[in-house]
C-alpha cells in the first residue's frame, strides 16, 4: 500500500514534520481504550516508507494485527547496537474537542491524536535514521529504529522485543521536552476487596457491611500515605498513592457484601513490587474481610547511572545542540523501564510536554519534533 504525502506542511522543506502528520492521519487507538484500528496500519506506512529508502526492515507479531516494526542501519561495529525506540499505539478519541486524525497545524503546533504521546518522537526517530543513510554516514554502532504496539496498555510490544535481545543502550521517546530523563518511577495498579454479609437494611445488625469496613481501609491508606512524603528521591520526588474507583453494594435496601476498590501507587526505584503488597496486607491486616486480588499492572521504576555511557553522550549532544543537558525524572511510566531491567541501560527523551499526552485537544510544538529529529540523528552518530 502507498501513502500520499502530507498536505499539512511542505514535505520538502520540513520533511519531519510531513512524516509525522501522515502517521497522526493513522487511526491507532489501542484495542484496549475503544474499538479502533489496531496499530498495523503505523507499522506497514513505516515498513514502506524505510524500504523506499533502503533500510532493512521486519515486522514482529505481538498481537494478531498488531506487530512491531524494527528498522536496522548497520555500523561499524556490528557487536554493539543503540536502540531507538517509541510506541505506536494512542489512547482513545472521546471527549476531544479537535479533529483526532486530522494533523492542522496552527501558530508552530501540530494537533492530533498521538501528535505528542508518542508520533512526534516516532517521527523523529525514524527522520533521523533516514537522514543518515541518505547522507551515506555509517553510524558507530548498530541502530534499531522500533515503532513499539500496547505501550498505552500493557507493554506488550516491548515485552516481545526483549527476550535474545543484546545491546549497549536505549533510548526510549516519551515527552520529556526534550530532557535527558534518567530515572522514572513505576506504577502498581490492583484491587483490593472487602468481603461482608448481606442483609436486609432494615436489620443492619444481622449482617456486615462491606462499605463501611473498606472506608476503614480507604482511611488506614490515606493516613498511611502521609509516610510516603518523607522519602523524596533527587529527580523523581516522592512515591504516592491513590484510590482511584470505588465500587459496592447492590441496592439501597441491602446491606453490602461486598466493596472493591482500585489502587494507583507509583513507586520509587528502590521500592520493588512484592514488598510493596506485603507492606500493604499488613497496615489492613485487621480489617475483617479484606483481601488483595493480583495486581492488573507491574511496572519497576528505572533509574540508569548519570556515569553511564548513554547518558553522558546524550547529555553532550543536548549540550552541543543548545538544549538542557541537566538530567531529569519522570513521573510516568514507560517502555525504557523494561529495556532497564533486561540489562539495557536506558534513557527517556522526546519532544512534548507530557501535560499534553491524552489531552483533549493533543499538540506537539513543531520546533520540538525538528530538534528531536537532529538530537537523535546526532546521538546515532554519536555513540560509540
Not at 439501597?252 to 496486607?281: G, K, M, S, W
Request: glycine share 8%.
Amino acid at each position: 500500500m502507498r501513502y500520499p504525502d502530507s498536505h499539512a506542511v511542505d514535505s520538502n522543506s520540513r520533511p519531519v514534520l510531513a512524516l509525522l502528520a501522515d502517521l497522526v492521519r493513522i487511526n491507532s487507538i489501542n484495542p484496549a481504550y475503544e474499538l479502533g484500528c489496531p496499530e498495523a496500519e503505523v507499522a506497514n506506512y513505516l515498513e514502506e516508507y524505510f524500504r523506499r529508502r533502503s533500510i532493512e526492515t521486519w515486522q514482529q507479531e505481538v498481537f494478531p494485527g498488531r506487530p512491531n516494526l524494527i528498522a536496522r542501519l548497520p555500523g561499524r561495529d556490528a557487536s554493539r547496537r543503540l536502540i531507538f525506540e517509541a510506541h505506536t499505539d494512542t489512547v482513545g478519541i472521546g471527549g476531544m474537542t479537535i479533529p483526532p486524525f486530522d494533523p492542522v497545524v496552527s501558530d508552530g503546533r501540530m494537533y492530533g491524536r498521538g501528535s505528542c504521546d508518542t508520533k512526534a518522537g516516532l517521527a523523529a526517530m525514524a527522520y533521523a535514521a533516514v537522514s543518515l543513510k541518505r547522507d551515506g554516514l555509517l553510524p558507530p554502532c548498530e541502530v534499531w529504529v522500533v515503532a513499539a504496539v500496547d505501550e498505552e496498555h500493557a507493554f506488550g510490544g516491548v515485552r516481545r522485543l526483549l527476550p535474545g535481545l543484546q545491546a549497549a543502550a536505549a533510548v526510549v521517546s516519551e515527552p520529556t521536552q526534550m530532557r535527558v530523563a534518567t530515572a522514572s518511577k513505576g506504577v502498581l495498579r490492583w484491587e483490593i476487596q472487602c468481603h461482608g454479609k448481606a442483609a436486609h437494611s432494615s436489620k443492619p445488625h444481622l449482617g456486615v457491611n462491606a462499605i463501611a469496613n473498606m472506608a476503614r481501609a480507604i482511611l488506614a491508606l490515606e493516613e498511611d500515605s502521609e509516610k510516603l512524603r518523607t522519602v523524596v528521591h533527587p529527580l523523581l520526588g516522592a512515591a504516592t498513592l491513590s484510590v482511584g474507583l470505588i465500587q459496592g453494594g447492590q441496592g439501597i435496601n441491602v446491606v453490602p457484601e461486598l466493596c472493591t476498590i482500585h489502587l494507583d501507587r507509583r513507586l520509587l526505584p528502590a521500592q520493588e513490587i512484592p514488598a510493596v503488597l506485603d507492606y500493604y496486607r499488613g497496615l489492613l491486616s485487621s480489617i475483617p474481610g479484606i483481601s488483595f486480588l493480583p495486581p492488573m499492572l507491574e511496572d519497576g521504576a528505572m533509574e540508569t547511572s548519570c556515569d553511564s555511557e548513554i547518558v553522558q553522550t546524550a547529555l553532550r549532544t543536548s549540550r552541543t545542540l543548545g538544549l538542557s543537558h541537566e538530567p531529569v525524572g519522570v513521573p510516568f511510566g514507560t517502555d525504557a523501564s523494561k529495556f532497564s531491567r533486561a540489562g539495557i541501560p536506558s534513557i527517556i527523551c522526546g519532544p512534548g510536554n507530557i501535560d499534553q499526552a491524552h489531552a483533549a485537544d493533543e499538540f506537539i510544538e513543531c520546533i520540538q519534533v525538528e530538534q528531536a529529529a537532529e538530537f537523535y540523528r546526532n546521538l546515532m552518530l554519536a555513540f560509540v
